[in-house]
């Protein structure tokens, strides 16, 4: 059974970084992709960034590039999402997930997800 832990979430000022972490567990994740999503209060979740396991190809989306960094320790299993230049609107619930490429394109696992909160 995969397990997601993320952790590093918080209150920071508009401006400043943060740094998310993703454990993941319960599998052999060579085949793996990684995602960060968001969902924000009111809103859809939305997708933030992804990263192959395999090798470390990464794709974000348009509201995040350049300022926002995903990277993995394949020898500790962990996801980074490092967050810089945070806007009020970064604020929301982050959750890691995890997918099987040999499968399809569905995100069949998810985190408990880390708030991080903006402050304007």
């Known amino acids: 059974q995969v397990q997601l832990v993320e952790s590093g979430g918080g209150l920071v000022q508009a401006g400043g970084s943060l740094r998310l972490s993703c454990a993941a567990s319960g599998r052999t994740f060579n085949s793996y992709s990684m995602g960060w999503f968001r969902q924000a209060p009111g809103k859809v979740r939305e997708f933030v960034a992804g990263i192959t396991w395999s090798d470390g190809r990464t794709w974000y989306a348009d509201s995040v590039k350049g300022r926002f960094t995903v990277s993995r320790d394949n020898a500790k299993n962990t996801v980074f999402l490092l967050m810089n230049s945070l806007k009020f609107e970064d604020t929301a619930v982050y959750y890691c997930?995890?997918?099987?490429?040999?499968?399809?394109?569905?995100?069949?696992?998810w985190g408990q997800g880390t708030q991080v909160t903006v402050s304007s």
């Open positions: 997930a995890a997918r099987d490429n040999r499968l399809g394109n569905e995100w069949d696992y």
